[in-house]
């Protein structure tokens, strides 16, 4: 049974940064794509980064310079650094994993990835 399990959410002063991971169990990514996703409340869930197998990575136009997406292999996890956090990405966040080896844009749509985490709550005072 796959399971993702995040963890490193909480709550942080506007600027201020954290680190989530996202600890893969049950299968191994190491060939295909993992991703990050949020949802603030009353808004849809959008996407916010994605690495692929070769550590090729892709990010929302919101995130781009302040989060960084990495993964490490050998303990089948990915992480989320964020750095100068803003109100507005106070949002649950989810991890996502997908079979496949995700190119372009397709690795930005939430129908591309095969499991989902049960989400972390990442809350940025102003």
């Known amino acids: 049974q796959v399971q993702l399990v995040e963890s490193g959410g909480g709550l942080v002063q506007a600027g201020g940064s954290l680190r989530l991971s996202c600890a893969a169990s049950?299968?191994?990514?190491?060939?295909?794509?993992m991703g990050w996703f949020r949802q603030a409340p009353g808004k849809e869930q959008e996407f916010v980064a994605s690495?692929?197998?070769?550590?090729?990575?892709y990010y929302a136009d919101s995130v781009k310079g302040r989060f960084t997406i990495s993964r490490d292999n050998a303990e089948n996890t990915v992480y989320l650094q964020m750095n100068s956090l803003k109100p507005e990405d106070t949002a649950v966040y989810y991890c996502?994993?997908?079979?496949?080896?995700?190119?372009?844009?397709?690795?930005?749509?939430?129908?591309?990835?095969?499991?989902w985490g049960q989400g972390t709550q990442v809350t940025v005072s102003s």
């Open positions: 690495i692929n197998w070769i550590d090729s990575t």
């Open positions: 996502a994993a997908s079979i496949r080896a995700l190119r372009g844009t397709s690795r930005s749509n939430a129908y591309a990835y095969d499991y």
């Open positions: 049950g299968r191994t990514f190491s060939s295909s794509a």
